[in-house]
């Protein structure tokens, strides 16, 4: 098993300029969560999902969207990337809930760049 | 503002010596995980305390919890120098209703083991 996948590893924008950051599990989870990690500042989360079809905004949503059309795969995308963007993006998943005491299984990170 | 707090942020030790973190938090929790980030890598799970725990075990590892002063610790016994890592505690907090795995992490310790 893979586990938790995300694309591309790294990336470059220009302020203004839109991407997407995928994030795949075949781990047959409902939940999902893009989280951001900057130095000093741990990491906090930008959005989740309970379930395909569902999203919901997290501790810091502004700049960013989400999407989880498919179970299997979380979407996050920068509309109009700003420097204060740049940060490492980590997508995570979970059987259940953490107040079931499920744990977080997490990819690699996605670094992002914006100059 | 962040719900867990590590200490001390960095701890540089030699191989064989006992390494000690500790995370304090402000709310009532559900549960506390610690995990582990290697390199340019994502998280990785090493361990979970309920709220009605106070200690336990998972190999090396050692975790106990203090929900009267809302504290925790991770010891790694005879450490080795692959254990060399960023350790960041989780929280899950308590707040009525589920909370669909919104954890909140602390901002890590950074633990190098020397050989």
């Known amino acids: 098993n893979a586990g938790v996948t995300q694309t591309p590893k790294f990336r470059v924008l220009k302020t203004g300029q839109s991407m997407t950051l995928l994030c795949a599990q075949d781990?047959?989870?409902?939940?999902m969560y893009w989280y951001r990690q900057d130095p000093g500042m741990g990491l906090r989360l930008i959005h989740y999902?309970?379930?395909?079809?569902?999203?919901a905004k997290g501790e810091v949503p502004d700049g960013y969207n989400v999407s989880r059309l498919k179970k299997q795969n979380f979407l996050l995308g920068l509309e109009s990337a700003a420097p204060s963007q740049t940060s490492v993006y980590f997508c995570?998943?979970?059987?259940?809930?953490?107040?079931?005491?499920?744990?977080?299984?997490f990819g690699n990170g996605t670094r992002l760049t914006v100059t | 503002s962040q719900q867990g707090e590590e200490d001390p942020q960095a701890l540089s030790i030699q191989e064989g010596e006992n390494a000690t973190m500790n995370c304090s938090y402000k709310?009532?929790?559900?549960?506390l995980q610690w995990y582990r980030q290697n390199s340019g890598r994502g998280l990785v799970h090493l361990i979970l305390?309920?709220?009605?725990?106070r200690e336990k075990h998972s190999g090396r590892l050692r975790v106990t919890l203090d929900t009267s002063k809302k504290s925790s610790s991770l010891l790694i016994t005879a450490s080795r120098a692959a254990d060399t890592a960023s350790y960041f505690c989780?929280?899950?907090?308590?707040?009525?209703?589920?909370?669909?795995?919104?954890?909140?992490f602390g901002q890590g310790t950074i633990l190098t083991v020397h050989p």
């Open positions: 305390i309920r709220s009605n725990e």
């Open positions: 995570a998943s979970s059987r259940r809930p953490s107040s079931y005491n499920s744990p977080l299984h």
């Open positions: 781990m047959n989870h409902e939940y």
């Open positions: 999902s309970v379930g395909e079809g569902t999203t």
């Open positions: 709310t009532s929790i559900n549960n």
């Open positions: 989780a929280t899950d907090a308590r707040a009525g209703g589920t909370s669909y795995g919104k954890l909140t």
